[in-house]
């Protein structure tokens, strides 16, 4: 079966950087896109981009450039988000979520991870 | 890229129906047929519930309809249940990929 895990929970100090992985398994990893998604505490979903599993390219929405990186390791199906000068207001949740795909990609997000709780406080 | 807009909460008593809309523009909801529907419940991921409008994923209760017209999206809940009450989230494939909406909390009174 299909699964996404996600490594724990995070606290960092302000200033410091923070990598989260997300270990697929259970199908061909380069053969669907992996997203992630940010919800603050107490707020909504917020899509921060993707990346191409097969290319390994990554593309950011906007207001994620510059201090998030995406990248993969295929040798072990995991994708790793990377956020770095870390800010009080980086404080959520953040969910990788692979992309549909049945011959073609189809928009949607069919498996998430459990989500990795990143605080940033002094 | 702007949110979608959901109505913030939406509540119902049990074996009624609720709808919650999904409002964008034409550029995103009106513009493809590509919204789809997240159920999640308090501390846990998201579930894909709806997508590509109105398809169901295997093992998501057909109680769970959706449908669209013009720039608003709608997900229906019939036979309303008490596991029913969690937040729901629409999203549409726009020019940038993607866009979520607000986020409706439903209540089972």
């Known amino acids: 079966q299909v699964q996404l895990v996600q490594s724990g929970s995070e606290l960092k100090k302000p200033g410091a950087s923070v990598k989260v992985s997300c270990k697929a398994s259970?199908?061909?990893?380069?053969?669907?896109?992996m997203n992630w998604v940010r919800q603050a505490p107490g707020q909504g979903l917020e899509w921060m981009g993707w990346?191409?599993?097969?290319?390994?390219?990554?593309t950011y929405a906007q207001g994620f450039t510059g201090r998030f990186v995406f990248s993969l390791d295929t040798s072990v199906s995991t994708a790793y988000l990377q956020i770095s000068s870390l800010k009080a207001e980086d404080t959520a949740v953040y969910y990788c979520a692979r992309e549909g795909y049945s011959g073609y990609v189809q928009y949607y997000f069919d498996y998430w991870g459990q989500g990795t709780l990143v605080t940033v406080s002094s | 890229q702007s949110a979608l807009t959901q109505p913030a909460s939406v509540s119902g008593s049990p074996g009624q129906s609720i709808t919650i809309s999904c409002t964008g523009t034409s550029s995103d909801v009106g513009g493809y047929n590509y919204v789809s529907w997240y159920q999640q419940h308090p501390g846990k991921a998201p579930k894909l519930m709806i997508y590509e409008v109105s398809n169901r994923p295997s093992g998501v209760s057909n109680r769970f309809s959706g449908s669209k017209s013009g720039n608003t999206a709608s997900l229906t809940i019939s036979g309303l249940q008490a596991e029913d009450e969690a937040d729901y989230y629409c999203s549409s494939y726009t020019s940038s990929r993607y866009v979520f909406g607000t986020g409706t909390k439903v209540t089972v009174l």
């Open positions: 259970g199908y061909t990893f380069t053969s669907y896109a």
């Open positions: 990346i191409n599993t097969n290319t390994g390219n990554p």
